[in-house]
């Protein structure tokens, strides 16, 4: 019997201590050694620019750093949503809905879901990335030349449902002229709405749209465009002065420039306002893990360029924190916030 006992005892102990060496080990998630194993990245549709700079990452820290990061689709929204509910460690959104996220605003109701009803407390800002510029387009014909003179006619306007920024920041644009959704409605307008922006450039080449909202690149040529052009060439309605700066006072975009033959219908350079691509990550990110995804990013920003996006070519650390305590904004993380400092872009 004092056998048994004691061999009963000797048994737990050994489970006692094996379960012990597994806890110091750590599991999937936890310790910054742990953490830098898997990673789940959202991004944008496939074959959209997000995808491509999600997954030129991937392939980074695949090789630099040993890391396996899951890229998986997303948009400007979810992808914030589910990074701040623990679903994601990483995500990509735009600049124009960080004061919302900072304050608690709505900025989409779909249903009974109100997001960014209330600010977010479990997402921090890693980088600044890449531009989309928001243009308003009507075709070559238009009597329209600023989105000024769009005030009190009665338009055809293309828009999108809510959580698009493609109609977010435009509307923020047309009200910083004095015009609003319902404003062209009561002028005899119409407002329509559509869920690709291929199905938006169809309704201005047919002459079923006046004005459609459009985000671009800046850098390279968009193939909706290029298939609108080939059936109607078109114009981008130029901006007021003061209304940029109503605008950019209330979202961190940036003034930015779409150059003349970027398209065959781009006559000359259009001054635009443009959102900047904003790479957010847990929180609770370890220090450590944040400063090598950084440290490899600007490392490798040759194949970030080559396989993410070509506007990537000649990024520095100044560059990706370009929107640093610019407006109303969620903060950095703080070892992002420690790497800039320590690299002089901040």
């Known amino acids: ?42 991004s944008g549709p496939t074959g959209t620019t997000w995808y491509s700079q999600a997954s030129a990452f991937a392939g980074i820290a695949s090789k630099e750093l040993g890391m396996t990061v899951d890229v998986l689709t997303g948009s400007a929204v979810s992808n914030v949503i589910q990074v701040e509910n623990g679903q994601a460690d990483m995500g990509l959104t735009f600049s124009s809905y960080l004061p919302a996220m900072a304050e608690g605003k709505v900025v989409a109701k779909i249903g009974k879901e109100e997001y ?29 030349q600023t989105i000024s003179d769009l005030k009190g006619k009665p338009i055809k306007y293309v828009t999108y ?7 977010y920041v435009p509307e ?27 199905e938006a450039c169809d309704l201005l080449a047919k002459g079923q749209a006046d004005v459609i909202a459009y985000t671009m690149a800046v850098n390279a040529q968009s193939a909706a465009l290029a298939e609108l052009e080939s059936q109607r060439e078109f114009r981008i309605l130029k901006l007021d002065e003061d209304a940029i700066t109503k605008v950019t006072d209330e979202l961190p975009l940036v003034v930015t420039t779409v150059p003349k033959g970027l398209h065959n219908s781009i006559k000359e350079d259009t001054t635009v306002l443009a959102d900047i691509t904003t790479w957010v990550v ?27 996006n070509s506007e990537f070519k000649g990024f520095t650390a100044k560059e990706l924190s370009r929107l640093h305590g610019k407006g109303k904004q969620i903060p950095y993380h703080p070892a992002a916030e420690k790497f800039f400092k320590d690299n002089g872009a901040i």
Do not use: W
């Not at 209330?118 to 329209?144: C, E, F």
């Not at 923020?172 to 291929?198: F, N, P, Q, R």
């Open 282 to 308: 847990r929180a609770d990110m370890p220090d450590e893990t944040v400063t090598k995804i950084l440290e490899s990013i600007i490392n490798n920003m040759d194949s970030m360029a080559q396989v993410g």
């Open 172 to 198: 923020k644009i047309l009200e910083a002229h004095g015009i609003t959704l319902k404003s062209i409605e009561d002028a005899g307008g119409k407002v329509d709405m559509v869920s690709k922006y291929k």
């Open 116 to 144: 960014f009803s209330q600010p977010v407390k479990n997402v921090r800002t890693l980088l600044n990335a890449t531009i989309a510029a928001y243009v308003l387009l009507v075709g070559a014909d238009s009597p329209y």
């Open 161 to 167: 449902p809510v959580g698009f920024t493609a109609r």
């Open 1 to 42: 019997m004092k056998r048994y006992k004691s061999s009963v005892l000797l048994l737990i102990g050994i489970v006692m201590l094996i379960s012990l060496l597994a806890g110091c080990g750590g599991g999937a998630q936890s310790g910054d050694d742990a953490a830098l194993q898997n990673i789940k990245f959202l």
